[in-house]
Nanobody, 123 residues
Framework: VQLQAFGGGLVQAGGSLRLSCAAS????????MGWFRQAPGKEREFVAA????????AYADSVKGRFTISRDNAKNMVYLQMNSLKPEDTAVYYC?????????????????WGQGTQVTVSS
């Protein structure tokens, strides 16, 4: 599966952005999906994940209550709605796909990665 993330940009603290990830292939619904982010000088970290049927989700503690992951299997899309953004949310955001687990929160579980989209939150 090929993934392409988009929707990043520059936003003020407290604002919102919605990231989208478009997947190619007819087996999108076979994959659990995740969002990760990487800030300059830091390791890539887990943000959110969703299972194949959108019944289960997982979030990093740092984004719980502010971010929402969702998917539309009919459109081969996964989304990350980000509200109440903080400067510390500034990073390149990546979407990823994995077929082994229902929901995965570690990067090593993911087989496919999209290119990143930059999110910058100004204070």
């Amino acid at each position: 599966v090929q993934l392409q993330a988009f929707g990043g940009g520059l936003v003020q603290a407290g604002g919102s952005l919605r990231l989208s990830c478009a997947a190619s292939g007819r087996t999108f619904s076979s994959y659990g999906m995740g969002w990760f982010r990487q800030a300059p000088g830091k390791e890539r970290e887990f943000v959110a994940a969703i299972d194949r049927s959108a019944l289960r989700t997982a979030y990093a503690d740092s984004v719980k209550g502010r971010f929402t992951i969702s998917r539309d299997n009919a459109k081969n899309m996964v989304y990350l709605q980000m509200n109440s953004l903080k400067p510390e949310d500034t990073a390149v955001y990546y979407c990823a796909a994995q077929a082994r687990l229902l929901v995965a929160d570690t990067a090593r579980e993911y087989e496919y990665w999209g290119q990143g989209t930059q999110v910058t939150v100004s204070s």
